[in-house]
């Protein structure tokens, strides 16, 4: 991109290898300080995402971060109001061409009412469990829009960490949405599914056949949804906001409905019922 | 007895001709005679079975007799040529058909979901125990070839113990005749297509299911009288959280008729399989979890297993046959019916209540 330039990074020694091979070690440097910085973009999905926003946002800088942690909504939200548009979700699937195309073709209803959307992304604990619980609430927000109701129950599977999240949720227009985000599975493994069923089609992805599948009235139509990749596209997005080019793709109001149902289905996930959203 | 003669009581549910196929073709089972009163499905139950000619009679071997016709199940069940009936009303009349036969002494292979309440599928399970006779709910999918390739492993301990559990049983939207009668069929998807994924995880995992939340309505034709959409988190005996979604929401255009979806999550590796899907099952086995393990190299990735393309009817009924012979219980029996009836019970309650429901547990010592 030649917008941007990566000009640091506070990196665990494993994955500043990664980065590396991607970006060119010239340009990976390990940054003491923000100095020189415009754009923080904060990977961490642990408790500890807040207070490293907060230090950039008050270093004067602007901030993506991936995902606070649950027990950091309430603050994340604090800080997303006070930050006077310098802070961002990361909103990834909202770039990523296998959520967006069977979105765009939901929108439209050539397929019908939506009446049925189940996102599913279990891995291991490779990813951060924060980032991929909000990750699936954003796509269930994405294809079903406003949230009734959701019940969750979260555990934790072979550690002691919450590492698991099942969620239920119930759509202001009476969709039925199932959400499940896990990363207890082995290492390596990653399985997603994507399904939204409507009145006259459905639409799906699985991270197997890794195609999206537009099931309709013509009988299965297979598209190949891999043009940009999703990180690529948001960073693009975010820096034209910020540089004042384009209002983002993402609206805050988005960021906002996703931070409420994340709250709800952590509240419900300790409650006997489903929490209003 | 070395060989157990069957009679077929009523076609309101398609899985009968299936039945009815594993019954002419195995070695241990005779079709005696069947028994249709309902005039719509007696012509075809007369052409495909009765009659010599009839296009299901070429599966029977050699041994296989004439198979008798009656208008009335009561002249199937007074007759003393028959040890044991297959029963696939419509769900509202599963007990009178199974305490009609229990009291004629005949076994009993019974249609899902076993009744359209509680009461009455307490009363099926004490019927044939006062009786003495044994009862099978009909779940053949415990016999698909994937199903018993992920038992067999659970048993060997290759995924260690099951800590998480999901399954799902879609079908397209083409459900018709008396399942869209709420008084025949005591709902719709809930009632009709939780009971396979539910019953899987229950046999894999060896718990119960405790708790059930659920969502459900009728989205997909709004049309209809019954539910047809929903989604179900079913927590187990341990703490185990899984999930079961039944609906009915594939499009005409798809595929395959629906799915019977299981993944299964183990302290040492993970199996899923879906029954449609060429019978083959993916399992991630050796190594664990654990960071430790990825870096000893002690994955081994996935160990891909494709059966034979058998018909789990065959399978399921050659279980109750030889049950009935050598006097043991079926793998599967009424009690396991029972549960899928507290689980339909519980979800539907949930659905209209917002919250958890608890699960009761079997009253009797069960049979």
């Given amino acids: ?277 | 007895m070395n060989r157990l003669r069957m009679g077929a009581i009523s076609f309101d549910h398609g899985h009968q001709y299936g039945w009815c196929g594993a019954h002419l073709q195995l070695p241990m089972v005779e079709l005696v005679a069947v028994a249709e009163w309902i005039p719509e499905q007696v012509d075809r139950v007369k052409s495909v079975l009765v009659s010599p000619e009839g296009a299901m009679r070429a599966l029977a071997d050699e041994r296989q007799g004439p198979v008798r016709f009656h208008e009335d199940y009561h002249e199937l069940l007074a007759r003393d040529d028959i040890d044991a009936v297959s029963i696939s009303s419509a769900n509202r009349y599963h007990l009178e058909h199974t305490e009609a036969a229990a009291n004629a002494g005949k076994h009993v292979i019974l249609e899902k979901p076993l009744a359209t309440n509680l009461d009455d599928a307490t009363e099926i399970v004490q019927v044939c125990e006062t009786a003495g006779v044994h009862l099978s709910t009909a779940y053949p999918t415990r016999f698909s070839p994937p199903a018993m390739e992920a038992k067999r492993r659970i048993d060997r301990g290759e995924i260690g113990e099951i800590v998480s559990m999901h399954a799902t049983n879609h079908l397209r939207q083409s459900t018709a005749g008396w399942f869209l009668d709420p008084e025949l069929s005591g709902g719709g998807t809930i009632r009709d297509h939780i009971v396979h994924g539910t019953d899987l995880m229950r046999w894999f995992s060896g718990k119960e299911v405790v708790e059930i939340y659920a969502e459900g309505d009728t989205l997909a034709r709004p049309e209809i009288e019954v539910d047809d959409v929903a989604m179900l988190l079913e927590t187990f005996e341990g703490g185990i959280v899984g999930s079961c979604d039944p609906s009915w929401n594939r499009p005409m255009t798809a595929a395959v008729w629906g799915d019977v979806m299981v993944r299964l999550l183990g302290t040492e590796g993970a199996i899923e399989f879906d029954i449609t899907g060429n019978y083959i099952s993916r399992t991630l086995a050796g190594g664990g979890q654990s960071a430790e393990a990825w870096e000893a190299g002690a994955i081994q990735g996935y160990i891909t297993h494709m059966s034979y393309q058998e018909d789990s009817n065959l399978w399921y009924v050659k279980d109750f046959a030889e049950a009935i012979l050598d006097d043991r219980k079926p793998l599967v029996d009424g009690i396991d019916g029972w549960y899928g009836v507290a689980c339909i019970e519980a979800a539907y309650e949930s659905v209209k209540e917002h919250r958890v429901v608890e699960v009761p547990r079997y009253p009797g010592n069960g049979a």
Avoid: W
């Fill in chain 1, 1 to 277: 991109m030649n917008s941007v330039r990566l000009v640091g990074d506070v990196l665990l020694e494993d994955r500043r290898s990664a980065y590396q091979a991607v970006l060119g070690s010239e340009y990976v440097t390990a940054a003491a300080s923000f100095h020189g910085v415009d754009l923080a973009d904060v990977a961490n999905g642990h408790a500890g995402c807040v207070e490293i926003c907060r230090e950039a946002l008050d270093a004067g800088i602007r901030v993506v971060a991936h995902g606070p942690s649950a027990g950091e909504l309430g603050d994340f939200k604090k800080l997303l109001d006070d930050s006077d548009g310098r802070l961002r979700l990361a909103h990834s699937v909202r770039f990523d061409n296998k959520y967006t195309l069977p979105h765009e073709e939901s929108s439209d209803r050539k397929l019908g009412d939506v009446i049925t959307v189940r996102v599913i992304r279990t891995g291991s604990d490779e990813r951060d469990f924060s980032v991929e619980e909000l990750n699936v609430f954003d796509a269930l927000l994405l294809f079903g829009g406003e949230v009734q109701r959701v019940f969750t129950r979260r555990n934790s599977v072979l550690s002691d960490d919450v590492n698991t999240s099942l969620s239920v949720i119930r759509y202001s227009n009476k969709a039925i949405g199932y959400g499940e985000a896990c990363t207890a599975y082995r290492r390596g493994y990653f399985y997603e599914v994507i399904e939204v069923a409507a009145t006259d089609g459905m639409l799906e992805y699985d991270s197997f056949s890794r195609t999206n599948r537009i099931i309709g009235d013509d009988g299965i139509e297979i598209v190949d949804s891999y043009h940009v990749t999703p990180l690529q596209a948001m960073v693009e997005d975010y820096v034209a906001h910020f540089r004042g080019d384009r209002v983002s793709s993402v609206p805050d109001a988005q960021t906002m409905e996703l931070l409420d149902l994340a709250m709800a289905s952590l509240a419900s996930s300790v409650s006997p019922a489903a929490v209003t959203a």
